[in-house]
């Protein structure tokens, strides 16, 4: 083939490859089968690769680029990302158009335009395009500066990187919410859960999480996609409504939801608010309210904002989703740390889009609390859409059947005699050899966070344990592929994974195998602030009891559960299985008592542009203290998104509380 004739074949696989993907991602209306497009992608690949002077950036098989180093960099939004103000019921909504008219000196007789649109549960991210190509993706973050994920971004097929427009203006920005589909969710945790790995909490995080990988590889192979809801800049662009705005996303090859609605008033966006919370199960993507924006553009210039949010949107929440249900069975479940759990058993029933068969009573008070019986009728819903739990219980529906459910004195896994420690809800097995605290020990030993041991998970763990092949976490690294081979559904590639992956394991942070070790009362905090203190895991055995609760911030509680952990025979015995097995931990970085933030203490509250930790890293390292409390010695409080409790008991204190921006503007000060 002449180079004139590959070029041209390669021009128009190109042409081919985006139009598939504009009409499978953008239209949701398939035009060839996947072989097809397998096919021409294949093609193209081969093209390529045989003449790699041809491959340009926007070529769909670039989608993938090179894995980041360092971290993500931050990048300054050209107009601030804000929050909506959250409306819950009917009420709160009128009171919201109300304060609309006050500032727009509308008469009750004057109707206001509303756009109704679902509120999709994902991640809000920025787009921006220069002469029509995509340059730049970014997270809100703080609103006023977010996370530079344009790599990642360029890996979700939803999203263009060249509008479909035949002019394109100089500069647009989109905004949006990357999200992951509910059916692909679940064929996410079905490979997780056949992998042996831990299941993704929700799809929501799983999206955040994704789109954070340092790898481009590893956001690629997860299924995210894209709505776009806002154009919030176009150079040259006269609209006079945000519907036209949505039209002309469309047009630009976003895809915009569907059902999107026009409302003439506020009773039409009222009907479109009940109507989605009868529908919102039916679709393929999580949503937990309706975002209601005035339509007129002229509107929204003149209402203007007020603090973080502007006043011509409102997010109506919807309450959680209670159902009426049938108590079938109480049970216990024994936890790492011997914590005896009470579970409710139930008549599956329907709530929030999933079947919810079993709800957690929390502890033996609650279950009292409550007074939740076998056989009773019940009222549930999902914790943040997410946990199932027990409202209450409808006491007219008994008939006297129902049985009360009584704590046990032994526990249900090993029969050891069980205690509840004074001042403490939580009733305990105290036996270390107890096979149900073994199991979820391993669990959470392997689990992120802690070593975070990729391709062993809850389902592995099980099998290890049926097989006899494991007792405690030093087990673990004596395993060979020989051995995993023969379990039941382990290839021999997945066999030699996990072998690799214990062995990468060996040489761990001391923090994260203190917490990993599931010693009570030491999270990730508590264990980096013993690690920081002690250096080594030889220096903390050596430690006394007054030593460790001498750690500022972790106090008498956790020092003495350390010290008993490590005198308990057992617990020895283990260590020193680990240490024959391979497993050294790092030697951890003292503490700095020096340093521009030395002697100030930073509490990190709220929804951050990037994990807690790595903020704590940040202050740690320039001197200060990080906690997870507020209190009269704490100097900072940094908030994001929802901050809570925590940013209402800075204000109360008087301590200085910063948004993100601020504490970015803090640290270029030092």
Same mark, same amino acid.
């Given at each position: 083939?002449?180079?004139?004739? *590959?070029?041209?074949?390669?021009?128009?696989?190109?042409?081919?490859?985006?139009?598939?993907?504009?009409?499978?991602? *953008?239209?949701?209306?398939?035009?060839?089968?996947?072989?097809?497009?397998?096919?021409?992608?294949?093609?193209?690949?081969?093209?390529?690769?045989?003449?790699?002077?041809?491959?340009?950036?926007?070529?769909?098989?670039?989608?993938?680029?090179?894995?980041?180093?360092?971290?993500?960099?931050?990048?300054?939004?050209?107009?601030?990302?804000?929050?909506?103000?959250?409306?819950?019921?009917?009420?709160?909504?009128?009171?919201?158009?109300?304060?609309?008219?006050?500032?727009?000196?509308?008469?009750?007789?004057?109707?206001?335009?509303?756009?109704?649109?679902?509120?999709?549960?994902?991640?809000?991210?920025?787009?921006?395009?220069?002469?029509?190509?995509?340059? #730049?993706?970014?997270?809100?973050?703080?609103?006023?500066?977010?996370?530079?994920?344009?790599?990642?971004?360029?890996?979700?097929?939803?999203?263009?990187?060249?509008?479909?427009?035949?002019?394109?203006?100089?500069?647009?920005?989109?905004?949006?919410?990357?999200?992951?589909?509910?059916?692909?969710?679940?064929?996410?945790?079905?490979? #997780?859960?056949?992998?042996?790995? #831990?299941?993704?909490?929700?799809?929501?995080?799983?999206?955040?999480?994704?789109?954070?990988?340092?790898?481009?590889?590893?956001?690629?192979?997860?299924?995210?996609?894209?709505?776009?809801?806002?154009?919030?800049?176009?150079?040259?662009?006269?609209?006079?409504?945000?519907?036209?705005?949505?039209?002309?996303?469309?047009?630009?090859?976003?895809?915009?939801?569907?059902?999107?609605?026009?409302?003439?008033?506020?009773?039409?966006?009222?009907? @479109?608010?009940?109507?989605?919370?009868?529908?919102?199960?039916?679709?393929?993507?999580?949503?937990?309210?309706?975002?209601?924006?005035?339509?007129?553009?002229?509107?929204?210039?003149?209402?203007?904002?007020?603090?973080?949010?502007?006043?011509?949107?409102?997010?109506?929440?919807?309450?959680?989703?209670?159902?009426?249900?049938?108590?079938?069975?109480?049970?216990?479940?024994?936890?790492?740390?011997?914590?005896?759990?009470?579970?409710?058993?139930?008549?599956?029933?329907?709530?929030?889009?999933?079947?919810?068969?079993?709800?957690?009573?929390?502890?033996?008070?609650?279950?009292?609390?409550?007074?939740?019986?076998?056989?009773?009728?019940?009222?549930?819903?999902?914790?943040?859409? *997410?946990?199932?739990?027990?409202?209450?219980?409808?006491?007219?529906?008994?008939?006297?059947?129902?049985?009360?459910?009584?704590?046990?004195?032994?526990?249900?896994?090993?029969?050891?005699?069980?205690?509840?420690?004074?001042?403490?809800?939580?009733?305990?097995?105290?036996?270390?050899?107890?096979?149900?605290?073994?199991?979820?020990?391993?669990?959470?030993?392997?689990?992120?966070?802690?070593?975070?041991?990729?391709?062993?998970?809850?389902?592995?763990?099980?099998?290890?344990?049926?097989?006899?092949?494991?007792?405690?976490?030093?087990?673990?690294?004596?395993?060979?592929?020989?051995?995993?081979?023969?379990?039941?559904?382990?290839?021999?590639?997945?066999?030699?994974?996990?072998?690799?992956?214990?062995?990468?394991?060996?040489?761990?942070?001391?923090?994260?195998?203190? @917490?990993?070790?599931?010693?009570?009362?030491?999270?990730?905090?508590?264990?980096?602030?013993?690690?920081?203190?002690?250096?080594?895991?030889?220096?903390?055995?050596?430690?006394?009891?007054?030593?460790?609760?001498?750690?500022?911030?972790?106090?008498?509680?956790?020092?003495?559960?350390?010290?008993?952990?490590?005198?308990?025979?057992?617990? #020895?015995?283990?260590?020193?299985?680990?240490?024959?097995?391979?497993?050294?931990?790092?030697?951890?970085?003292?503490?700095?008592?020096?340093?521009?933030?030395?002697?100030?203490?930073?509490?990190?509250?709220?929804?951050?542009?990037?994990?807690?930790?790595? @903020?704590?890293?940040?202050?740690?390292?320039?001197?200060?203290?990080?906690?997870?409390?507020?209190?009269?010695?704490?100097?900072?409080?940094?908030?994001?998104?929802?901050?809570?409790?925590?940013?209402?008991?800075?204000?109360?204190?008087?301590?200085?509380?910063?948004?993100?921006?601020?504490?970015?503007?803090?640290?270029?000060?030092?």
């Amino acid at each position: 083939m002449s180079t004139e004739s *590959i070029q041209n074949e390669i021009a128009q696989l190109r042409e081919q490859i985006n139009e598939y993907n504009y009409r499978y991602y *953008i239209k949701d209306d398939p035009s060839v089968s996947d072989e097809e497009y397998d096919v021409a992608f294949h093609r193209l690949t081969e093209l390529e690769t045989a003449h790699p002077e041809l491959i340009t950036d926007d070529s769909p098989t670039q989608r993938v680029g090179a894995p980041l180093d360092g971290e993500f960099p931050t990048v300054q939004h050209r107009h601030p990302m804000l929050s909506l103000q959250d409306v819950r019921g009917e009420g709160e909504l009128r009171d919201w158009e109300n304060r609309l008219r006050r500032h727009l000196h509308l008469d009750a007789e004057t109707e206001i335009e509303y756009v109704c649109e679902p509120k999709i549960d994902g991640l809000a991210v920025s787009l921006v395009y220069e002469n029509g190509h995509l340059t #730049q993706g970014a997270t809100r973050g703080d609103g006023q500066r977010g996370e530079n994920i344009t790599g990642n971004i360029r890996t979700i097929r939803a999203i263009p990187w060249k509008l479909r427009l035949g002019e394109a203006p100089p500069e647009l920005e989109a905004r949006g919410e990357v999200y992951i589909k509910r059916s692909e969710f679940e064929k996410l945790n079905q490979r #997780q859960e056949e992998e042996g790995k #831990q299941l993704y909490a929700n799809p929501r995080n799983t999206a955040a999480g994704s789109v954070r990988q340092k790898d481009p590889k590893a956001t690629a192979a997860r299924p995210l996609t894209f709505f776009a809801y806002q154009l919030q800049t176009s150079e040259g662009g006269n609209f006079k409504t945000h519907l036209e705005t949505l039209d002309y996303l469309r047009e630009a090859g976003f895809p915009v939801n569907g059902k999107v609605r026009l409302c003439k008033n506020l009773r039409e966006a009222l009907e @479109f608010v009940e109507y989605w919370q009868t529908q919102r199960d039916e679709e393929d993507y999580a949503t937990d309210g309706v975002v209601i924006k005035v339509n007129s553009l002229n509107l929204q210039d003149e209402l203007g904002f007020v603090g973080r949010t502007p006043r011509w949107a409102a997010a109506y929440k919807y309450a959680p989703e209670e159902q009426v249900t049938k108590v079938l069975d109480i049970g216990i479940n024994v936890g790492r740390t011997g914590a005896l759990t009470p579970v409710a058993f139930l008549e599956p029933v329907q709530i929030a889009g999933t079947v919810v068969s079993k709800a957690t009573l929390h502890n033996e008070d609650e279950l009292h609390r409550k007074d939740i019986r076998v056989g009773d009728k019940v009222i549930i819903r999902k914790a943040g859409e *997410i946990i199932p739990e027990v409202v209450k219980v409808l006491l007219d529906e008994r008939n006297g059947s129902e049985e009360e459910f009584h704590f046990p004195e032994n526990c249900p896994a090993c029969g050891a005699q069980v205690v509840r420690p004074e001042g403490e809800a939580i009733v305990r097995c105290v036996n270390a050899e107890c096979p149900a605290q073994r199991e979820r020990l391993l669990q959470h030993f392997v689990s992120r966070g802690a070593m975070d041991i990729d391709g062993v998970g809850e389902k592995l763990i099980a099998q290890l344990i049926a097989a006899g092949l494991i007792i405690d976490v030093a087990d673990l690294f004596t395993l060979t592929k020989e051995q995993l081979i023969d379990l039941e559904r382990m290839a021999e590639k997945s066999a030699q994974n996990v072998v690799t992956a214990l062995e990468n394991a060996k040489h761990p942070p001391l923090a994260r195998l203190l @917490f990993a070790l599931g010693i009570r009362h030491v999270g990730t905090q508590t264990a980096e602030l013993i690690a920081a203190r002690f250096g080594s895991l030889e220096n903390l055995q050596n430690a006394t009891q007054e030593e460790i609760a001498g750690i500022p911030e972790v106090g008498p509680v956790a020092g003495q559960a350390v010290r008993e952990w490590l005198d308990e025979e057992h617990n #020895q015995k283990v260590l020193l299985k680990l240490a024959a097995g391979g497993v050294h931990p790092q030697t951890a970085e003292p503490a700095k008592t020096d340093g521009p933030l030395a002697g100030k203490s930073f509490v990190f509250t709220g929804t951050l542009s990037r994990p807690r930790p790595e @903020f704590e890293a940040q202050v740690k390292a320039l001197g200060a203290k990080a906690s997870g409390s507020v209190s009269k010695k704490t100097d900072y409080v940094v908030v994001g998104e929802s901050p809570g409790s925590k940013a209402q008991k800075a204000e109360e204190l008087g301590v200085k509380v910063l948004s993100e921006g601020e504490f970015v503007a803090l640290l270029n000060e030092i």
